[in-house]
């Protein structure tokens, strides 16, 4: 079974910074693409940010050039540094990785339980 543990959410006014983090862990496992999704009420989750085992990145593009996504291998951790956040970020950030689980012999989608970002002033 995979857990997470997302950190780094809150309220912080526009033009502020947060910083998200995510470990997963688990048994007999191999995480492959790890990353960051946000969902809005009423709209579809969308891609923020992904990073690949080898270390390509992927960006939503209304993010690029002040956000940056890293991640260590050693410690399953992904982590989101976001800067001059604005309104428009409010969101439910969830933590995403790519699973291949040993028992099951199934590569998959796996999610955290969100961590909430509020830009407000």
């Known amino acids: 079974q995979v857990q997470f543990v997302e950190s780094g959410g809150g309220l912080v006014q526009p033009g502020g910074s947060l910083r998200l983090s995510c470990q997963a862990s688990?048994?007999?496992?191999?995480?492959?693409?790890m990353g960051w999704y946000r969902q809005v009420p009423g709209k579809q989750r969308e891609l923020v940010a992904v990073?690949?085992?080898?270390?390509?990145?992927t960006y939503k593009d209304s993010v690029k050039g002040r956000t940056t996504i890293s991640r260590d291998n050693t410690k399953n951790t992904v982590v989101l540094q976001m800067n001059n956040l604005k309104v428009e970020d409010t969101a439910v950030y969830y933590c995403?990785?790519?699973?291949?689980?040993?028992?099951?012999?199934?590569?998959?989608?796996?999610w955290g339980q969100g961590t909430q970002v509020t830009v407000s002033s």
């Open positions: 995403y990785a790519q699973i291949y689980t040993v028992a099951t012999t199934s590569l998959g989608p796996h």
């Open positions: 688990g048994s007999d496992i191999k995480i492959y693409t």
């Open positions: 990073i690949t085992l080898d270390g390509t990145t």
